[in-house]
C-alpha cells in the first residue's frame, strides 16, 4: 500500500478510476469533484480528502484534469505495468472469469489456467490452455509477482492455497466461499457473491415490509 493512504482510500480509487476513464472514453477532459463523486456514490467531500493524498486538490471553478487525474491514480495503484494473473480452477465461475475481457484492458494478463480435471486439461479458453493443477508451483517460477485468483472446491482451497503461498504468492484473489488462512505477508481479497446476495435479500425484505410497517402505525 502507498504509504500514508488509507486502506478505505485505497478501496475507492479503482472507483474513481473507472468513472474517469468512460469521461475520457467521452472526451471529457475536465471534471468538478461533485460530478466525479456523483458518479461514483461517495460524498464530494470525501472524494476530495480521498484525492489530496495523491498530491491532487483540483482548481477551485475548473475541477480536475481528467486524463491526468487517470495516470495519478494508476501511478498509485501499480496500474501503469502489466501484472500476471494466474486462474486456478476452471469450473463454471473460472470459466467465466478466464473469458473475462476486461483483465487485460485494465493491465492485467492472465499467464496461465491450472485445473485438476482431467477433462479440462488441455482445453483451450482464448489463448491458454488448461495445465495440470501439478504444474502450479512450476508456473508461479515463470510468473514472479503474479496475482493468484483462486475459484477451486471448497474442500481443496486452503491445501492449494497453502501451495500457492509456499511457491512465493503474495497476493491471492480468493472466489472460494470459506475463509482462508494466510500468513500476514500475503493480501487476500475475498470476493463471496453468496454473501452479496444476502445482503440484497436483506434490503428487499425491509422494502418489502415498509408498507405493513406504516399500516401497523395507522
Known sequence: MPKGIPVATIARLPLYLRALRLLSDRGVKLVSSEDLANSTAVRSTKLRKDLSYLGSYG?????????????????????TQDWPVILIGIGNLGQALAGYGGFATRGFKVRALLDSDPMKVGTQIGDQEVQHINQLEKVIGENPNCIAVLAVPENAAQTICDRIVSAGVTSILNFVP???????EVEMRKVDLSIELQ????????????PTELENRA
Open 59 to 79: 482548481v477551485r471553478g475548473v475541477g480536475y484534469e481528467v486524463d491526468y487525474l487517470i495516470h495519478q491514480i494508476a501511478r498509485v495503484m501499480g496500474l
Open 178 to 184: 470459506t475463509v482462508l488462512q494466510v500468513p500476514d
Open 199 to 210: 445482503i440484497l435479500a436483506f434490503y428487499e425484505q425491509r422494502k418489502l415490509a415498509q
